[in-house]
């Protein structure tokens, strides 16, 4: 692709059912997992952490049993080193590489001597699980976290979230339950690869052995999430309303938690694809042709949304989803679709801070990230609460929503947590489930379903049109981004209108945000490098018109070639 130029690469299948030529072989995957072994000397095959731990997959030898007692080996000896001698909740997603990794891991940890906390019913555990179960283990009598002390627990989560059948991943939460940060997550990849070329040597218990060791502990992890729910949710509201609310677990780990919702507050909720298939065949495909279950994706809910469209929505007043893991969520309304995920977080941050949560920190902010709508920005104005604006990644909200900085973290990606209805922390990662239930709580309570409300938004806020695009680039220009400021920017408008704003850190908490955000009264571009691939992101807005956004991001291509070049 020339330099310059846009481009949003569509498939010709995106949207269609898969065909038996799009699934992956399980036996091969899983085959590989355990049979092919890494070289430490080829950098794709090294242990990489990025923003939410170690993923790849057993074909490209990038996930294979070398890795994880390797990565496993080294969060064992962080653990030990920073103090952490508490229990270790594991939880694991429907990925077919996903238990496997989870038996090798308990290996490891048995042999190293670790408390682990597995499911008693040895069901899938979803991310945002594991983080709530941590952070409840780690609270103190008064009500408050501990982070330091004796009997501190922390986790992992097998899991490559939303990432195709064929992928793995593998995430380490300290005991701040949620996404470890980068000196963390850089300690234990370093370890894990001095490790990697020797991983036969790392000690391990057999699985068979292992799981019948004193040292696993079975936990009720759906009973422990689901009952501490309706300290998060207004069940109330909606049970009083007779709202329908349907689910699509995308065939993930959140499945199963959906019936005991109804079984213990008498809800009205119904599962409408229940089936967990390691091959996804019940999938239509993703924009760039593969089966990937993003539930905010129009192209990987089409199936559902037509179904719904052909005499389902009878059955519903809206239908929820969640990925692979849960940790992340989408949100379906009748006459409308798939809702963006930018314009759900506008919804949702006026309706919660609008009223229906006075437990609630009298200034805790609206975090988000600084590639999410300003729709978001002009919502929070309206409502005079405080906006935070952090970098691109969850794990900049972990700090703000323990010290109630923040009472709502939200990204453009559809990822979102917020606090209990009491204020306490509810969750330091992702939750999938919660924006689902609130969805319903919201159209309870209003009597509007979330697009609806959107609508009114717009109304008063002006419509917005939204894009995010990537552009080739090569290893030495992703490396200028660091070093950007915004004296590189040489340009003084952006799509006819004055910059206002050239950011290389992010306003709420001064963080370096690894590129660049301009802004102007009625549109914005921030470009920063893909963490994986030879690519730069550019994601852009306008609330003037569709014509503006393309200039926009067409201009944006322009100012950061011309500030890389330089």
């Not at 729709?375 to 794990?395: C, M, T, Y």
């Not at 550019?538 to 070639?561: C, I």
């Amino acid at each position: 692709m020339p330099r310059g130029t846009i481009s949003l690469m569509v498939a010709n299948n995106a949207g269609k059912p898969a065909t038996p030529a799009d699934l992956i072989n399980v036996d091969e995957v899983i085959g590989k997992y355990y049979d092919v072994v890494p070289d430490p000397s080829v950098p794709e095959q090294r242990v990489s952490f990025g923003t939410s731990g170690h993923r790849g997959s057993s074909l490209k030898t990038s996930f294979n049993e070398a890795h994880i007692v390797a990565i496993t080996q080294a969060i064992a000896e962080y653990r030990k080193k920073a103090g952490v001698n508490g229990p270790l909740y594991i939880g694991r997603d429907t990925h077919a590489l996903s238990e496997p990794a989870w038996k090798t891991a308990i290996e490891v940890l048995v042999a190293n001597g670790v408390r682990v906390r597995i499911d008693s019913r040895d069901d899938f555990t979803p991310t945002p699980v594991v983080s709530q179960a941590i952070l409840t283990h780690n609270r103190a009598a008064d009500g408050t976290q501990r982070f330091t002390g004796d009997g501190l627990a922390d986790g992992i989560v097998v899991t490559p979230s939303h990432n195709p059948p064929t992928d793995g991943g593998f995430k380490y939460d300290p005991v701040t339950g949620g996404p470890a940060p980068a000196d963390v997550t850089n300690a234990i990849a370093d370890r894990a690869n001095e490790l990697l070329g020797d991983f036969k040597n790392v000690k391990r218990v057999p699985f068979e052995q292992a799981i019948k060791s004193d040292l696993v502990e079975r936990f009720d992890y759906r009973d422990h999430y689901v009952s501490d729910l309706e300290n998060v949710i207004d069940f109330d509201v909606i049970r009083s309303s007779g709202v329908r609310l349907g689910i699509d677990p995308l065939g993930g780990a959140s499945v199963n938690y959906w019936p005991l919702m109804n079984e213990k507050f008498n809800l009205a909720i119904d599962v409408v694809r229940p089936q967990v298939d390691p091959t996804w065949s019940f999938m239509t495909i993703d924009h760039d042709g593969k089966i990937r279950m993003d539930p905010s994706s129009p192209y990987a809910m089409k199936g559902l949304v037509d179904s719904l469209n052909n005499g389902a929505w009878d059955k519903y007043d809206l239908v929820g989803g969640t990925d692979p893991d849960a940790d992340r969520h989408g949100i379906v309304c009748p006459n409308w679709g798939v809702m963006n995920p930018n314009h759900y977080i506008a919804v949702c941050v006026e309706y919660l801070f609008g009223g229906n949560r006075p437990g609630w920190p009298e200034n805790a902010g609206i975090g988000k990230t600084l590639v999410s709508s300003s729709l978001i920005d002009r919502v929070a104005a309206s409502i005079n609460a405080k906006l935070v604006e952090v970098p691109v990644g969850f794990k900049w909200f972990v700090d703000p929503l323990f010290k109630g900085e923040v009472a709502f973290g939200g990204e453009e990606s559809s990822g979102m947590s917020f606090l209990r209805k009491d204020g306490r922390v509810w969750t330091t990662d992702k939750d999938g489930l919660i924006p689902d239930l609130l969805a319903a709580e919201i159209t309870a309570k209003t009597g509007k379903n979330p697009a609806q409300l959107h609508q009114e938004q717009v109304e008063r806020f002006g419509e917005s049109w939204y894009k995010r695009v990537d552009t080739p680039t090569t290893l030495e220009q992703k490396q200028k981004f660091a070093k950007l400021t915004g004296d590189d920017v040489a340009a003084t408008q952006l799509a006819g209108e004055d910059i206002t704003a050239k950011l290389t850190e992010a306003p709420g908490n001064h963080a370096k945000i690894g590129g660049l955000k301009v802004t102007t009264k009625n549109n914005w571009f921030a470009a920063r490098p893909s963490g994986t691939e030879n690519i730069y992101k550019v994601y852009a807005e306008s609330f003037e018109s569709p014509e503006a956004l393309d200039k926009v991001l067409a201009e944006a291509t322009e100012v950061v070639d011309k500030a890389l070049a330089d």
